[in-house]
């Protein structure tokens, strides 16, 4: 995967799954089921290591863990309260858009617990696979910092943005300086890539992309690079369709993750020759098995035959995914179907 990222062209390519250390494992689930609550498995460092090595001790075709955490993890060091409610999802008090960041009190210890279990994984990684650190982009941490929550559109924070454009960016500013530190000491700890997720990219207008999703990823890329410059950045602004080639070219990612919605055709004819690409299988396709998997397997990797790639989903696996179906695209990936 590391000579993926560095521009090499590698057959059959390499494969890992977004959100592979999960509901769908049974072996998740038990152990889930044993800690309680999702926050007090991401703390457990020795059970977070368990779980991001879960996928490769029943994949063993799977050529890198990622860390099992969560992006709320740094608007938690921030100093907001994270819950999260059964059926509902995450739940960050005082939302930003009645209270001041600058009321918070930051606890930035909070973040050394991931650190340690970076440390666990790498220690018990097999050498020969990858281990990937991540953090949320800027923009979609703020969503949720603002709205308190997830939503449908964002709107809350987007009208924050446009009616008080300085206020937002200061938000946006204490993100990004979080950020680069929590993604820099995962990398100290052992992390050899890492990934920025930015899952609602693709609710921002042109201009507002420019400004709230490439502008402060852009800056986090280039200071993590100043710090960590043999390692690999993926960059995965997941909606943002057409503006992929900008996002690409002007945040200065090794790598972009593209989306279910994306035509790889053209990825591959639009996005910069030779820029490594990861994607991008619909999670449903992967979901429903069968001959359709196969052939959606066939067509993303044809369609990246003559570029670096990274076979992929288009998102996260779904909790209902059969063990099944894992092991189909993988042998459909790895040539043995």
């Known amino acids: 995967m590391l000579a993926v990222l560095s521009g090499e062209r590698v057959s059959p390519p390499p494969v890992w799954m977004m959100r592979q250390?999960?509901?769908?494992?049974?072996?998740?689930?038990?152990?889930?089921?044993?800690?309680?609550?999702?926050?007090?498995?991401?703390?457990?460092?020795?059970?977070?290591?368990?779980?991001?090595?879960?996928?490769?001790?029943?994949?063993?075709?799977?050529?890198?863990?990622?860390?099992?955490?969560?992006?709320?993890?740094?608007?938690?060091?921030?100093?907001?309260?994270?819950?999260?409610?059964?059926?509902?999802?995450?739940?960050?008090?005082?939302?930003?858009?009645?209270?001041?960041?600058?009321?918070?009190?930051?606890?930035?210890?909070?973040?050394?617990?991931?650190?340690?279990?970076?440390?666990?994984?790498?220690?018990?990684?097999?050498?020969?696979?990858?281990?990937i650190g991540f953090a949320g982009a800027p923009w979609t941490v703020a969503t949720y910092m603002v709205a308190g929550q997830g939503s449908r559109d964002q709107s809350e924070t987007r009208r924050l943005a446009y009616a008080d454009p300085g206020r937002f960016h200061a938000i946006v500013d204490r993100i990004v300086d979080v950020t680069l530190d929590y993604l820099a000491g995962q990398i100290e700890a052992g992390a050899?890539?890492?990934?920025?997720?930015?899952?609602?990219?693709?609710?921002?207008?042109?201009?507002?992309?420019?400004?709230?999703?490439?502008?402060?990823?852009?800056?986090?890329?280039?200071?993590?690079?100043?710090?960590?410059?043999?390692?690999?950045?993926?960059?995965?602004?997941?909606?943002?369709?057409?503006?992929?080639?900008?996002?690409?070219?002007?945040?200065?990612?090794?790598?972009?993750?593209?989306?279910?919605?994306?035509?790889?055709v053209w990825a591959d004819r639009d996005l910069s020759d030779g820029l490594p690409v990861q994607g991008n299988l619909d999670p449903l396709a992967l979901l429903s098995g069968g001959e359709r998997l196969t052939e959606a397997v066939q067509r993303i990797l044809d369609a990246f035959a003559n570029r670096p790639h990274i076979f992929n989903l288009g998102h996260g696996i779904l909790q209902e995914t059969p063990i099944a179906n894992v092991e189909q695209m993988l042998a459909a990936v790895k040539g043995r179907a």
């Open 192 to 264: 050899e890539a890492v990934q920025i997720f930015d899952s609602w990219a693709g609710s921002l207008a042109p201009a507002e992309f420019e400004s709230w999703v490439i502008a402060p990823t852009e800056k986090i890329i280039s200071a993590l690079k100043r710090r960590h410059p043999h390692v690999k950045i993926i960059g995965f602004p997941k909606g943002a369709g057409g503006k992929l080639p900008a996002y690409a070219r002007e945040t200065g990612v090794h790598a972009i993750g593209v989306d279910e919605t994306v035509d790889p």
């Open 21 to 131: 250390a999960g509901r769908y494992l049974p072996e998740y689930r038990q152990l889930r089921a044993d800690k309680g609550s999702f926050l007090d498995l991401v703390y457990d460092s020795d059970a977070a290591a368990e779980v991001t090595l879960q996928p490769l001790k029943r994949f063993p075709e799977l050529d890198a863990a990622i860390l099992f955490s969560d992006i709320l993890i740094v608007p938690f060091a921030l100093g907001q309260n994270l819950s999260f409610v059964a059926g509902e999802g995450p739940r960050l008090t005082p939302p930003l858009s009645t209270a001041a960041l600058e009321d918070l009190t930051p606890y930035l210890t909070r973040l050394d617990p991931i650190y340690e279990t970076v440390r666990k994984v790498k220690a018990a990684l097999d050498p020969s696979k990858t281990l």
